[in-house]
């Protein structure tokens, strides 16, 4: 029998926690998540997914705002006397003290191919930057950032129609796998961690608001992709300046790159009832869904009825795109 610690805090390692609880070789004693935190307008403390699902499962929770300054803790895990600790999206570095506690040290689900994207945002630069692979990796962990000697990984493909929400999804879901068929192998000793090969390594640095801001110069295929990268969080968006000059901000969710070519980019060169299409730097951009400030996320063809949107007005220029 294994016996666990789960450290997580984020929604993608919710399956990863349902799978240790679910198997009969672990011996789960509890999970380690960030303190409830104010959310909302009402800034009402709400509990992390990972601890909202542990108390679901009547598992013991832990939730100390800096680990490494928290002996009370440090010494209640010590005690346990722990085969493996098992981290997704926890959130925070763990120090020496934690690393060193378990019989088989500390394990990280990871959502990229190590040494690949190495970081906060490796999901959205995958697609951003264009991959055709994805994947999770389990590792063992030392005190870099996403740096320890890798145990086995699982590929998940990229595909055209790839959002930042649906590999989020297959990556928990590949996590969980490799946690039900590697773990007990590698506390076993019979699956060994080989070191990363540095030579390959990227760091995938943290997505902010301006990310999404759409650079119309760019090529249609990268604004595509940047739109897919950055859905859900934070969205992506595009300026409209009105005769009278009011500038609405619109947020832009579904694209399809297209071949076809306009004089200038960011110029309008269709928008009725059957197509909404943005000149760029190269090729094309057809907007399919989009959303007003504080309104509903529509079709194209429900938003330009009614509309002023016409055929040669100019949307936003100007908006750099950042780089890796």
Not at 37 to 63: D, F, H, M, S
Not at 91 to 110: E, K, R, S, Y
Request: net charge neutral; hydrophobic share 40%.
């Amino acid at each position: 029998m294994i016996r666990a610690v789960f450290f997580g805090t984020a929604e993608i390692a919710c399956p990863v926690l349902q799978t240790l609880h679910d198997m009969r070789e672990v011996q789960l004693q509890g999970i380690v998540t960030q303190p409830d935190r104010p959310q909302g307008r009402k800034l009402k403390l709400r509990a992390t997914p990972v601890k909202a699902l542990a108390l679901e499962l009547g598992l013991p929770v832990w939730q100390p705002e800096r680990i490494r300054k928290d002996p009370a803790c440090l010494d209640e895990l010590a005690a346990m006397d722990l085969d493996v600790m098992v981290v997704m999206a926890y959130g925070q570095l763990l120090p020496a003290a934690v690393l060193d506690l378990p019989l088989a040290g500390c394990v990280n689900i990871h959502t990229s191919l190590l040494p690949k994207y190495r970081g906060a945002a490796p999901i959205q630069w995958a697609i951003w930057n264009g991959d055709q692979i994805s994947g999770a990796t389990l590792m063992l962990m030392d005190e870099g950032m996403d740096t320890g000697p890798i145990i086995s990984k699982k590929e998940v493909p990229i595909t055209a129609k790839t959002t930042a929400l649906i590999l989020h999804d297959q990556l928990a879901a590949a996590g969980s796998e490799l946690i039900r068929n590697d773990l007990e192998k590698y506390v076993q000793g019979d699956l060994k961690p080989h070191p990363q090969i540095s030579a390959g390594a990227s760091h995938a640095r943290k997505i902010t608001k301006e990310d999404g801001f759409l650079d119309w110069t760019q090529p249609a295929s990268h604004l595509d992709r940047q739109v897919r990268a950055l859905s859900p969080w934070p969205g992506c968006s595009t300026s409209f300046q009105y005769p009278d000059g009011k500038v609405e901000r619109l947020k832009v969710w579904e694209t399809l790159p297209l071949p076809s070519q306009g004089s200038k980019p960011g110029q309008i060169m269709q928008a009725d009832h059957k197509a909404f299409v943005v000149a760029t730097g190269q090729g094309s951009l057809r907007i399919l869904k989009l959303q007003r400030s504080g309104g509903k996320v529509l079709t194209a063809d429900s938003f330009l009825i009614g509309s002023s949107f016409e055929k040669g007005d100019m949307l936003g220029l100007g908006l750099g795109t950042p780089s890796l």
